[in-house]
């Protein structure tokens, strides 16, 4: 389960952009994260992926975030709606880096048979810097998988796929959260019906003039 206890969040002197958010999210969970540009959805993964002060607390199966932040960490994997990669390395270079920090693991047979329906391994040997962004977000993806986490935090992540990947990406993370008991949480602007029938619960971020702040309203995919 993802709890979140209190949570305060402002930059500077300025107004709060949430004020006391509190939020249960049980395992199994996959969450479209929704509001108009600029209301806070990238901010709000941000402190749920321990990328940002804020105040107040959050808990990932009973782990503090505040209390015990490496182990919180440990478990949660955040993509940005801009790739982070190194511009020299080959996406198996990168790959066989990011194993190796995770104590040499080897790669999932399930995700070397993603690697290849979402045509990413006849670019193994490319540069990442002469990749398309499609294909960055990808590989983006398959790093986030690698250390097997409980929790995925994804900010417009499937807007530079093409649809046979989108579909491709999109079973294999419902599965993911099935099988592993994990939560996953996407931001999103797209109406697409892929999307849309892929979540199972929704949190829509809109301002609240009277309080000056932002509020969340949340429910089932079916209300």
């Not at 182990?71 to 270079?93: H, Q």
């Not at 880096?97 to 045509?119: A, P, Q, V, W, Y």
């Not at 002469?130 to 977000?137: D, P, R």
């Not at 986490?149 to 993370?173: A, T, W």
């Amino acid at each position: 389960m993802l709890e979140l206890i209190n949570i305060k969040k402002r930059y500077g002197e300025s107004a709060y952009i949430f004020d006391g958010i509190n939020l249960k999210i049980d395992n199994m969970s996959i969450v479209e994260l929704l509001g108009e540009n600029g209301i806070g959805k990238s901010t709000l993964l941000n402190i749920i992926g321990g990328m940002t002060t804020f105040d107040g607390d959050i808990k990932l199966n009973n782990i503090s975030l505040k209390d015990d932040f490496q182990k919180y960490i440990k478990g949660v994997s955040l993509i940005g709606n801009t790739p982070f990669l190194y511009d020299y390395l080959t996406p198996a270079e990168t790959i066989d880096m990011i194993l190796s920090f995770l104590n040499g693991e080897r790669l999932d047979s399930s995700l070397e048979g993603l690697i290849e329906k979402i045509g990413l391994y006849k670019y193994k040997n490319t540069l990442t810097r002469e990749l398309s962004l499609g294909t960055k977000q990808k590989l983006s993806l398959i790093l986030a998988l690698l250390s097997s986490p409980n929790l995925i935090l994804l900010d417009e992540p499937f807007v530079n796929f093409d649809i046979r990947s989108r579909k491709v990406i999109l079973d294999y993370l419902k599965n993911y959260v099935m099988q592993n008991k994990a939560i996953l949480i996407y931001a999103t602007h797209s109406t697409d019906a892929d999307l849309t029938d892929f979540s199972n619960q929704k949190i829509i971020l809109k301002r609240n003039e009277q309080l000056n702040t932002v509020v969340l309203e949340c429910g089932s995919r079916e209300a």
